[in-house]
């Protein structure tokens, strides 16, 4: 029995320790599994994003819609304090007319800029100008980090909860058959595209907008994907990656398309490899003023400003500010007057103020004159280095400081502030105290640094051409230099002496020569071109370069301007050119003496064509003194025999042989010429024209016309320039009117007209721009108060101002040793010097040259020849 009993417990426990080995087991395995059950939200599940219902319009996970743009304004930089009122008006105007249910992020993304244009784009056809195009790219790539920008708006609405409807529906009989849960959702679709298309059309009138949405792209297989540009906007923002996003075929789960990145929360939590930091806009000044953050879309940082706005109805907003009145006006009295109900205590002073500003408020409201809303601005930084995380952190919140307003780097709240951050998300991080739309308008990023087209925009130039010239401008942004308005490449460059118009010249010049095939014709006066058209000239063989001093002592440069009579065009072109010698030597040709002159025009051009026909080629062309010898009239012959060898200056226009050679690079330094006054200047004038005329075939050509003023006292050179301004663009060339004499443009009788016909401008500083006369010049070439202070302002020599209709810039050449070497060295010891090594080393004078001043060509990279 005993035994019995033994074996039946033993057996007992023999299963119950079975069952406790079963027991532990399993629970060892649920604790094995724990880790790979947690409930702890990831970064996809911190996020709003649910599905993609339309193209650009996202549903969020509490039901809300959501819809971005892209935009861009005015650079308000050259703006007048009225300009930029008027803006904040319209925004005021576009966005008071939100309500309950709406908010509005609005994003402003300081990013690094593209680096400088890639050496394959550009044509340089010589080792010198290619090795000044390399200096630049070194010279920007030593300045670091390049920034611009872009704005994003978002706009969210949360349409009412289906019980808050239905409660709404039971106060009205209405026999219209329910609809189901499908259409009511398509109809707030539709509604909600209605009021974007709205919202869009609004700010239009201060804005360029465009819809953030996908585009097809065609893949090597033929298949088609969608890329889509708001999905990769709102990756930027979640993770800082900026990288095309697909749109899955199922454009369901969005929270885990953008959101895959690990997340570390703290005080400065990560995100993938991303530390991140923000910073809280709070504490704002007593008043505000249009663009009063301007400076903080401007600073030389990666980040994100991010202002979120969530709009009330206009009685929601009057019972928040009758509370906020309420408080105040308990304040105004002590509690013990309060309780004994007399007046005898001291005011408080600081709370009737603020009871006035409730009351104007209210008042604003009640008008419909502005919304109110809760505003929150944060500054969102994210890098690989966390010490530079936390080192801009610091200057943005002491930039801010410097704005007049208050600044927290957020630490507890850093992940709340960041979420809130992000488009669409409006319940994290709210600011409590409401805002008005006005306000709102001024704390908006509006101005847009305006830097140009990254590429050429005429049309004529090969597609995704280089801008003429890489230049810097404010706040580490590039600027990119383009003369053109799209077809229209004619520019007018104006400025007091000693401003640094002759180096811009000389480094315009150098730099058109990236283009393939292009030709560059310049008239210089005072040589400051010549250094650089020597060192052209050196390094091309003696192909491209060419310097003529035209009617100078030591240049036996001459001509014989009716060597080509082979066209109707040429010797129409002949028959006015003598027309306008005999009118500057007093002589009112007649009908008669017209037909004289075309006689023997025409007679010439027969015994030339029956020579050339007979003898073959090789007689001489025709020359002026064929032309006086032949003529019938003595009153022509009479006033034309001056120009020929018999007169004092015959060796200028009655030479056998034409000794004018054109490139594509020729300089016409005329400052002699012009001294020998109209008679014989004219004519020279009118010759080297019509050369320049007769090789434009098409390439891209530029003429560049130092001290154009000069040449503009004559009503005949003046008919010319404006010939030119209206039709050399049709033949890819532009013309540039360069001149340091403000009265002379001004009393010229023509500059209304250049102005009107030159797409581009360029501004000198100049120091005097505030006088009267000065500034009244300015504002006949539309400049405005502001823009007349920034020219006031201007750094000589190193400053300058662009003009179009495309945008307003002040930009700084940025230029190093080696172009200053060339374009910067047109003092008179520095050509005298030059001449001197160009006579003793000749093609070999640059290094000569740039060893005196510590350079060398060769450390600016092999040169490679380009063919067009």
Not at 259 to 280: C, D, F, H, N, S
Request: hydrophobic share 40%; aromatic share 8%; net charge negative.
């Amino acid at each position: 029995m005993i035994v019995t009993i033994t074996t039946i417990i033993a057996l007992l426990g023999l299963v119950f320790l079975l069952l406790l080995i079963q027991r532990i087991r399993e629970a060892d395995a649920q604790v094995t599994l724990k880790k790979h059950r947690s409930q702890d939200a990831g970064l996809s599940d911190l996020l709003i994003y649910a599905a993609m219902v339309e193209d650009g319009v996202i549903v969020g996970k509490n039901g809300s819609l959501i819809a971005a743009w892209i935009y861009s304004g005015d650079d308000q930089a050259s703006s007048t304090a009225p300009q930029r009122e008027a803006v904040s008006f319209r925004i005021n105007q576009a966005l008071g007319q939100l309500g309950t249910g709406w908010m509005v992020h609005v994003d402003a993304v300081r990013r690094r800029a593209a680096g400088y244009p890639a050496p394959g784009l550009s044509h340089f056809p010589d080792r010198l100008t290619a090795a000044l195009d390399e200096e630049r790219r070194r010279l920007f790539e030593g300045l670091g980090t390049m920034y611009d920008g872009y704005f994003v708006v978002t706009l969210t609405y949360l349409p009412p909860l289906v019980a808050q409807r239905k409660f709404v529906e039971l106060m009205f009989d209405d026999d219209q058959v329910d609809v189901t849960a499908q259409d009511r959702t398509r109809g707030l679709v539709e509604q909600f595209k209605r009021d974007c298309a709205s919202f869009e059309s609004r700010l239009s009138s201060v804005f360029r907008m465009q819809r953030l949405c996908g585009h097809s792209l065609m893949l090597e297989d033929g298949s088609t994907v969608t890329h889509d540009e708001f999905l990769r906007w709102l990756q930027r923002c979640v993770t800082g990656l900026n990288q095309p996003v697909q749109l899955p075929s199922n454009p369901m789960y969005l929270d885990a398309v953008i959101g895959g990145q690990e997340l570390w929360t703290g005080v400065i939590p990560k995100i993938g490899r991303q530390y991140m930091q923000v910073v809280a806009i709070e504490g704002f000044p007593l008043e505000s003023t249009p663009g009063m953050l301007t400076a903080l879309g401007e600073l030389p940082i990666e980040y994100r400003w991010s202002s979120r706005f969530i709009f009330m109805e206009p009685h929601e907003a009057v019972q928040a500010l009758t509370r906020y009145r309420r408080k105040w006006k308990q304040k105004i009295r002590g509690f013990l007057d309060q309780i004994t109900n007399s007046h005898t205590g001291a005011l408080d002073q600081d709370a009737m103020a603020m009871v006035e500003d409730a009351d104007a408020a209210l008042a604003e409201v009640n008008s419909g004159m502005v919304g109110m809303g809760y505003y929150t601005s944060v500054v969102v930084l994210m890098d690989e280095d966390r010490a530079e995380v936390e080192r801009s952190a610091r200057r943005i919140e002491k930039t801010l400081h410097q704005l007049g307003f208050g600044a927290r780097i957020e630490t507890l709240n850093t992940m709340d502030a960041f979420c809130g951050s992000l488009p669409g998300h409006g319940v994290e991080n709210v600011r409590r105290p409401p805002l008005n739309t006005m306000n709102l308008a001024d704390l908006l990023p509006t101005s847009t640094i305006w830097t140009g087209s990254m590429t050429a925009p005429c049309p004529m130039y090969p597609p995704n051409a280089p801008p003429v010239m890489q230049c810097v401008t404010h706040g580490a942004t590039p600027f990119f230099l383009n003369l053109h308005v799209r077809d229209v490449g004619h520019t007018l460059m104006l400025g007091p002496t000693g401003s640094g118009k002759s180096t811009h010249v000389g480094m315009l010049a150098a730099q058109l020569r990236r283009y393939a095939g292009m030709s560059v014709y310049v008239f210089d006066k005072g040589q400051s071109m010549y250094p650089l058209a020597a060192a052209i000239r050196a390094h091309t063989l003696g192909q491209s370069g060419l310097h003529f001093t035209v009617a100078g002592d030591a240049n036996e440069l001459a001509f014989c301007p009716l060597q080509f009579l082979e066209t109707k065009g040429d010797r129409a072109w002949a028959l006015e050119w003598i027309d306008t010698m005999l009118a500057l030597n007093g002589v009112k040709t007649t009908p008669l003496q017209r037909n004289a002159i075309a006689e023997t025009v025409m007679a010439l051009h027969a015994n030339e064509a029956s020579h050339d026909h007979t003898h073959g080629l090789g007689r001489p062309p025709v020359s002026l003194s064929d032309f006086v010898n032949m003529v019938q009239d003595e009153a022509i012959r009479e006033a034309l025999t001056q120009y020929t060898v018999s007169g004092a200056l015959g060796h200028l226009l009655d030479a056998e042989r034409d000794g004018l050679a054109l490139a594509d690079f020729t300089v016409f330094e005329i400052e002699e010429l012009m001294g020998l006054g109209d008679k014989y200047a004219l004519p020279t004038l009118l010759y080297l024209f019509r050369r320049i005329e007769r090789s434009l075939q098409g390439q891209p050509s530029a003429i560049i016309v130092d001290e154009a003023w000069l040449m503009l006292g004559h009503p005949v050179i003046r008919d010319k320039i404006r010939e030119w301004l209206k039709v050399l663009r049709k033949a890819n060339c532009l013309v540039v009117l360069a001149t340091q004499s403000l009265t002379d443009a001004a009393n010229s009788g023509i500059l209304d007209v250049i102005v009107e016909s030159t797409a581009t401008k360029i501004f000198l500083p100049n120091v005097f721009a505030r006088d009267e006369d000065t500034s009244a010049l300015y504002r006949r070439m539309g400049l405005n108060s502001r823009q007349i202070e920034i020219l006031a302002t201007a750094i000589p020599k190193r400053q300058y101002y662009y003009s179009s209709e495309c945008g307003y810039r002040l930009y700084d050449l940025a230029l190093g040793p080696l172009a200053l070497a060339f374009v910067g060295a047109s003092d008179k010891e520095s050509l005298a010097e030059i001449r001197s090594l160009v006579a003793k080393y000749g093609a070999a004078w640059t290094d000569e040259w740039l060893t005196s001043r510590g350079l060398r060509l060769c450390d600016y990279g092999p040169y490679e020849e380009v063919t067009a």
